[in-house]
């Protein structure tokens, strides 16, 4: 056996397509991925997705695509997904839209970071659930340039929906079609999904998912980012009612 065929023999149980109507989208895992969560290790099974153009289920020919394409200079969303997803009666899963200054940097304008590690948890402590971390989120799915731009015109006074606005873009310009599909993959039966975010249940709803409950996810409210909260109830139609206080 060849090296190339050591390789692709490697990997070839690893990679799934998913047939979309146009192109594809190719599941790489799972892969066993311990996570320090709140100073316990929490192993989780990774899988990472690219939505691809051209159809093919030769191995070698994906791997002769990423050399000759800079993935680095775009971005793949990923799941992270905990015991026995497929299977379980019950999982609670989490649709996280990638927050650059909120999950990295630990910024207190915004709750992102608090969501990310919480939703982690009760994933966690349910014992079943899948955590979707969608890179083309950024900033409600404008992307991190203008969520920059979007920053200094709140400085001024501007809401978190009017600075959207006010550079040509909707107040929620994210899709979930790509991550739906990787969920029918991975799971049939339901799910409770965590959300403040109606228009989210709506997507899995509307896509045929059967989502059984859902689960506020409210907290870690400060002067920093109270009025962006605010602005999510008020402007954004986050539901608050049913909040988890933390």
């Not at 991190?144 to 909707?170: H, I, P, R, W």
């Amino acid at each position: 056996m060849t090296v190339k065929e050591s390789i692709i023999h490697m990997l070839e149980d690893k990679i799934q397509m998913i047939h979309r109507n146009e192109g594809a989208i190719y599941l790489v895992g799972p892969v066993k991925l311990p996570v320090n969560l709140y100073g316990e290790t929490k192993t989780f099974q990774w899988y990472c997705w690219l939505n691809c153009n051209e159809v093919t289920d030769r191995i070698e020919r994906i791997i002769e695509k990423l050399s000759s394409v800079d993935l680095a200079e775009m971005q793949q969303s990923s799941v992270l997904v905990y015991g026995d997803f497929a299977n379980a009666d019950d999982a609670l899963i989490r649709m996280h839209s990638i927050c650059h200054t909120g999950d990295i940097f630990g910024s207190k304008r915004c709750d992102c970071g608090f969501q990310l590690k919480q939703s982690m948890k009760m994933i966690t402590e349910h014992g079943t659930g899948a955590l979707f971390y969608l890179a083309n989120h950024e900033g409600r799915g404008i992307g991190l340039f203008s969520k920059a731009m979007a920053y200094v015109l709140q400085e001024k006074g501007l809401d978190t929906v009017e600075a959207n606005l006010s550079l040509g873009f909707v107040d929620d310009a994210r899709n979930y079609d790509d991550a739906i599909e990787v969920l029918k993959t991975l799971r049939s039966k339901p799910v409770t999904l965590i959300t403040n975010n109606p228009k989210k249940l709506q997507a899995l709803q509307n896509a045929g998912l059967n989502v059984s409950d859902r689960e506020s996810l409210w907290g870690d409210v400060s002067e920093f980012n109270e009025k962006y909260l605010q602005t999510k109830i008020k402007r954004s139609g986050h539901l608050r009612a049913e909040a988890r206080e933390e």
